[in-house]
């Protein structure tokens, strides 16, 4: 088999691996190959492994936690709430520089 680092995909700005590698890997595990074997035959860390055997735990229901699917939702909600919040900074700023442009001048008199 390839080693892991062949099967790396760019994912929601971070590199990781397919869903069909880690699908793979975890075929691997369901036909009797040990955690150990595994990783050392496609080059990645044990615990990789069993951080994905656990996602698949709670994927199909068997486990408790963040569904992969609630993961994403979850990722973009954050996404959104950061560029959100960057908007109203800029609005904020905003507002505060066209206060100091139409703010009086401090010592100059106002005409009658």
Known sequence: MDSGGE?????????GYS????RKVLDLLAAGR???AVAYDLDLSDQTIYNWRRQ???D???ASGLSSAEKGEL???NKRIRELE???AVAH???????EETAPKVGTRRSK
């Open 7 to 15: 099967h790396r995909e760019e994912e929601m700005g971070r590199q």
């Open 19 to 22: 869903a069909e590698f880690r």
């Open 34 to 36: 040990s955690v150990a």
């Open 56 to 58: 698949d735990r709670i």
């Open 60 to 62: 199909r229901g068997e």
């Open 75 to 77: 990722a973009k909600a």
């Open 86 to 88: 960057t908007e109203l």
């Open 93 to 99: 700023r905003a507002v505060e520089l066209l206060k």
